[in-house]
Each structure stands twice: as C-alpha cells, then as structure tokens.
C-alpha cells in the first residue's frame, strides 16, 4: 500500500533552518511530480512547492520563494524541503503527495514544524 513517513520537522527560533524529508513507497515514485503540503490549526491544506520527474523542475508558493528548496533522491524514493529563514507564519504540519488532484488518500502523519522565540 502507498505510504508516506515525513520527518525532520521540530521547534526552531525564526531565521532558523530545518530539512524535512518524505519516504515513499507503495507506487513508481520516479515517475510522478511530488509536492510538500502544509496545514496550520484552523485551516485548510496547502500547496507549498513541487518538483517534477527527472530532469526535475520546480514550483513554490511566493510566500516560500527563495527560503524553501524542494528535491528528490529518486534511488532513494525521498523527498526533501530545505527550509531556511524561517518565520513564525511557517509553523504548520507539513506533508508530502502527489500534486492536487492526483493525491492518494492515504496521506501521512506528516512532520510538526514550530518557529517560535
């Protein structure tokens, strides 16, 4: 069965960095784009960016531009979101799936990520 495992969220001071990573398994993992998703308390969930299949290009929301990088490890059916200057407006639980309309439903637990002072 499809399974997603985030990780590598945390509590962090805003300016701070942290990289979350996404292991896939249970469908071809090379040859769909994958996005990172977040959802605050109270409020729905959202695209934050994704990368296509190999050779991959990339999409971010403006709000992440310049500060998010999203990748992937294709042998290692994973995937990545380096955060950097973090605001307090970042804090959500952040999940990766295949792109709007294409998610399976079985999402994941997903990975808690705090930026607080």
């Known amino acids: 069965q499809v399974q997603f495992v985030e990780s590598g969220g945390g509590l962090v001071q805003p300016g701070g960095s942290l990289t979350l990573s996404c292991i896939v398994s249970?469908?071809?993992?090379?040859?769909?784009?994958m996005c990172w998703y977040r959802q605050a308390p109270g409020q729905e969930r959202k695209l934050v960016a994704h990368i296509t299949q190999a050779p991959s290009t990339t999409y971010y929301t403006d709000s992440v531009k310049g500060r998010f990088t999203i990748s992937r490890d294709d042998a290692k059916n994973t995937l990545y979101l380096q955060m950097n200057s973090l605001k307090p407006e970042d804090s959500s639980v952040y999940y990766c799936n295949r792109l709007p309309g294409w998610t399976f439903p079985s999402w994941g637990q997903g990975t808690q990520v705090t930026i607080s002072s």
């Open positions: 249970g469908f071809n993992f090379t040859k769909y784009p």
